[in-house]
């Protein structure tokens, strides 16, 4: 799984121009919000957003904040869900959520101590992956990641009342296994 192909495939669900009054993210383009497209540089219309200047946000502010060549090194499948995550929900809270499910998944310390929760992918978070590859299945941990992206996005809907109408789009889209 390339960068190319995860960020083409995140291009593809989020698809063009939106401008929904009901979407917090408000106007995007590529589902890029104005806000993170005006922190990236961009100063155009929302509308007229290149695709290419999307794709190059999506890898600075997702694919390379969340260290995803070394996490795709040891899983692709990880990496992709992290990224994906990361791109709808913030890197940070990608970040805490792979943290948390290796945490919980480490055999009770047994294959790996803790890790600290604190949303930076980094050497530990990197380390522990690597000792949870070894001894157990990607899959499970993708299962976790998505159990907590699927918790989240009820929970905000739940908060929320807004939010509903695009929970179905989130679960079907975001949340695979």
């Known amino acids: 799984m390339s960068k190319q192909k995860v960020i083409d495939d ?35 219309d ?22 995803a060549d070394q996490l795709a090194a040891l899983s692709a499948s990880v990496a992709e869900e992290v990224v994906d995550t990361g791109v709808n929900m913030g890197t940070g809270r990608a970040g805490r959520f792979l943290q948390r499910g290796l945490n919980v998944l480490n055999g009770g310390g047994k294959l790996f101590a803790d890790i600290k929760v604190d949303g930076a992918i980094g050497l530990g978070t990197i380390t522990a992956l690597a000792a949870y590859l070894a001894a157990r299945d990607e899959k499970t941990l993708v299962k976790a990641l998505n159990c907590l992206q699927g918790a989240f996005y009820i929970e905000l809907a739940e ?16 949340v695979v296994v």
């Open 10 to 44: 995140i291009l593809a669900v989020e698809g063009g121009y939106v401008n929904d009054p009901s979407d917090s993210g408000g106007e995007t383009n590529f589902g890029v919000t104005v806000a993170v497209a005006r922190a990236c540089g961009y100063l155009g």
């Open 46 to 67: 929302m509308a007229d957003m290149p695709r290419e200047v999307a794709f190059g946000v999506y890898s600075a502010r997702y694919w390379d904040a969340v260290n």
């Open 159 to 174: 908060r929320r009342e807004k939010d509903e109408r695009f929970v179905y789009g989130w679960l079907k889209n975001r």
